[in-house]
């Protein structure tokens, strides 16, 4: 496809359970970001990939979530023992520069997390 | 500690009128500012960038003005349209040192254009 994608588009948890959030960026594209954005919130950082390495997980607010990057395409979320206060949308965005470039990152439709 | 402030959560326009939108930021080294515009269940669709080098950047309808002296951001549209009622959010990043280029965000003003 023409854009970001992630899936699912809306997933309902459990207290307790782990969950796994998918995201596809646009082909190509070297950096790939995750964000949280909590309702009437702006997005907040969680964090980055150039490729498939991991420079920036400073964002990530415990250590129960986890993402990974493997071949420097899709990426994976995944929040253990997930908790009410994770409910949230989960966005993706990629970009096409590296790491010491400006340039635009362009967002998916998100994946809206509600923890039970 | 909000390091991007968007201090109008909504603002109402007449079609045909001029929108602004106004954004300010704390952070000195912040370089890279962005506005970004969002329909519900959509994510964050890019609009418009500036570099700190400038004080001005035109695209169309849109113009985004910065005065770095103020730390201060403005987006203006004209003329507004219906079509850009959705929530428009400020964004900045600090690319210095090799840090990441992750964006700062504020919190978002819903722009309501009245037909």
């Known amino acids: 496809g023409a854009g970001v994608s992630q899936s699912p588009r809306y997933k309902v948890a459990k207290r307790g359970q782990d969950v796994a959030l998918r995201c596809d960026p646009i082909?190509?594209?070297?950096?790939l970001f995750w964000y949280q954005q909590a309702l009437g919130q702006g997005p907040e950082f969680l964090t980055y990939?150039?490729?498939?390495?991991?420079?920036?997980k400073s964002g990530l607010p415990s250590d129960r979530f986890f993402a990974e990057r493997p071949e420097g395409s899709v990426s994976t979320l995944k929040i253990q023992r997930t908790q009410q206060e994770d409910s949230a949308v989960y966005l993706c965005a990629s970009s096409l520069a590296g790491l010491a470039d400006k340039d635009t990152q362009y967002f998916g439709p998100g994946t809206r997390l509600t923890v039970l | 500690d909000q390091q991007v402030k968007q201090n109008s959560p909504s603002l109402s326009v007449q079609e045909g009128r001029i929108s602004i939108l106004n954004c300010d930021y704390t952070n000195s080294m912040f370089d890279y500012f962005l506005w970004y515009k969002k329909y519900p269940a959509e994510g964050p669709t890019f609009l418009i960038s500036i570099s700190s080098i400038k004080d001005k950047n035109e695209d169309g309808r849109f113009t985004v003005f910065l005065n770095k002296s103020a730390k201060h951001l403005s987006l203006h549209i004209v003329p507004s349209q219906p079509g850009d009622s959705a929530v428009y959010f400020c964004?900045?990043?600090?690319?210095?040192?090799?840090?990441?280029?992750?964006?700062?965000f504020g919190t978002g003003t819903l722009l309501a254009v009245q037909p």
């Open positions: 990939f150039q490729n498939e390495a991991q420079l920036d």
């Open positions: 082909s190509g594209h070297v950096s």
């Open positions: 964004a900045a990043s600090a690319l210095h040192g090799g840090a990441t280029n992750k964006l700062i």
